[in-house]
């Protein structure tokens, strides 16, 4: 597949004609073992030298992630909620955590020390809310936890939603989950990626916040492995920097 990359290698330009900075991250949903997808994810991340964060699902991960992820310094552990079901009401968007159950809040402490067990000081305190939904009443739930951040999906409206827990969010999905859970099309990822940069630019929307990707590793398709691998190349060769999301949620927790 030919892709077009010369709209978002220009916007790229225009950042770097203006001397502004781009951070970046990479998260990456659902893992929970040592699989050859996610040695893959290991391969891609190495070859570009840039960390991703896996989102582990804590009620389902197996011993065989921690050893991974112990010998792969590209590997960034993050809490992905805690069984990722959904208990949305019937006719509600999917959620694990997007309305009150009694048994939230000790699940999300459950999870976060469930992870610190397998991974200890690898694991960065973000909470990941399965689906990207969590009602905000457990904001400071999270962060009454241990949590120093939580990243869903979509422009930040506020750097803390909640004292102490910075929001860092994702911003590009190239999975088309409502159709044929292949590659959105190509042109529609990129206009929407240098239209985030325009807004971002322009003052619109927060242009501190790192532009994050969101893959999901098990379900890739070789489409989706490849708009990847070309889009963070083309990100990093125009002037992108990798963010330390650690380091960001540190500096949260420290001015709490």
């Known amino acids: 597949m030919s892709i077009d990359w010369s709209p978002l290698r220009d916007e ?29 994810l290991v391969a891609l991340a190495d070859g570009l030298d840039l960390s991703v964060h896996i989102a582990v699902i804590p009620n389902l991960v197996t011993p065989t992630l ?21 208990h949305a009401p019937e006719g509600a968007k999917k959620a694990e955590f997007g309305h009150p159950r009694v048994q939230a809040g000790d699940e999300l402490k459950r999870g976060r020390e469930t992870l610190a067990r397998y991974f200890g000081k690898r694991l960065v305190n973000l909470f990941v809310p399965p689906w990207n939904r ?22 930040r409206t506020a750097v803390y939603p909640a004292s102490g827990l ?19 099309d190509p042109e529609i990822l990129i206009d929407g990626i240098v239209t985030t940069l325009q807004d971002r630019r322009a003052g619109h929307i927060d242009a501190s916040e790192p532009l994050g990707l969101l893959t999901h590793h098990l379900v890739h398709t070789e489409e989706v492995w490849n708009f990847t691998r070309d889009l963070l190349d083309v990100l990093l060769e125009g002037g992108a920097l ?15």
């Open 134 to 155: 969590i009602d905000p009443p457990f904001l400071p739930v999270l962060a009454k936890h241990g949590y120093a951040g939580v990243s869903t999906y979509g422009p």
């Open 166 to 184: 910075m929001q860092i969010n994702t911003h590009i999905d190239p999975i088309f989950w409502r159709g044929h859970r292949g590659l959105v």
């Open 242 to 256: 990798p963010a330390d999301i650690a380091c960001l949620l540190a500096n949260a927790r420290a001015t709490a």
């Open 66 to 86: 921690a050893p991974m992820v112990a010998a792969q310094s590209c590997l960034i552990p993050v809490v992905h909620g805690w069984r990722h079901i959904s």
């Open 12 to 40: 790229l330009a225009r950042w770097r004609s203006t001397n502004l900075t781009l951070p970046i991250w990479w998260r990456d949903d659902d893992a929970v073992a040592d699989t050859p997808a996610l040695e893959r």
